[in-house]
């Protein structure tokens, strides 16, 4: 089964870290780039990094970067994300998904999310 | 504020068509760069509707149909049923490896 698992969610205070980690099985992982996605509580899906399937390409949303750093471990068929000096507004949902040509860069598989939340 | 604008929501009748827009600029659907649809029903991962503007992943019903032009590109849902209430969003790129999201319309089906 194909399949994205997300870890690494937790209560943190602002300007902490934390680090996310996503686990795909089921596929080979190296024929796709990853992406992180986030959901604010009651808000809209927002695109937040990406990663190309080698890891020698990658992308951040304005509101991210800087502070957040995306990377992936073939190896061990596995997505990260870095997030550091964490604020209020990064509280939410945060999936990991995976895209392909195959489905002209749309994102096919996701997972169900590991929620971040920043708290003091 | 989200850099693809859609409409906050949309109604129909059960059996009706509804349309949903989605606008950007030249910097991302008018870049050439395809707009993708995604369906999140409450409580549940996005699943991806629409790809490369107007093509279905297997198991998509074709009730659903996608299209573009120019900077815009839109959504239509044919025959409606209650199970398609749902929030849809659309998402394209505007730069090789930066990906930007649509704010969601939330289709009620009435």
């Known amino acids: 089964e194909v399949q994205l698992v997300e870890s690494g969610g937790g209560v943190v205070r602002p300007g902490g870290s934390l680090r996310l980690s996503c686990a795909a099985s089921?596929?080979?992982?190296?024929?796709?780039?990853m992406t992180w996605v986030r959901q604010g509580p009651g808000k809209g899906l927002e695109w937040v990094s990406g990663i190309n399937w080698n890891g020698d390409s990658t992308g951040y949303a304005d509101s991210v970067r800087g502070r957040f750093t995306i990377s992936r471990d073939n190896a061990k068929n596995s997505l990260y994300l870095q997030m550091n000096s964490l604020r209020g507004e990064d509280t939410a949902l945060y999936h990991c998904?995976?895209?392909?040509?195959?489905?002209?860069?749309?994102?096919?598989?996701w997972g169900q999310g590991t929620t971040v939340t920043v708290s003091s | 504020q989200s850099v693809l604008t859609q409409p906050p929501s949309v109604s129909g009748a059960p059996g009706q068509r509804v349309t949903i827009s989605c606008t950007g600029s030249s910097s991302n659907i008018g870049a050439g760069y395809d707009v993708h649809w995604y369906q999140q029903l409450p409580g549940t991962a996005p699943k991806l509707l629409i790809y490369g503007n107007s093509n279905r992943p297997s198991g998509v019903p074709d009730r659903f149909s996608g299209s573009k032009s120019g900077t815009s590109a839109s959504l239509a849902i044919t025959g409606l049923q209650a199970e398609d209430e749902a929030d849809y969003y659309c998402?394209?790129?505007?730069?090789?490896?930066?990906?930007?999201f649509g704010g969601g319309t939330k289709l009620t089906v009435l």
């Open positions: 089921g596929f080979t992982f190296d024929d796709y780039g």
């Open positions: 998904a995976r895209y392909s040509s195959l489905y002209r860069y749309g994102m096919d598989v």
């Open positions: 998402q394209s790129y505007d730069s090789s490896v930066r990906g930007v």
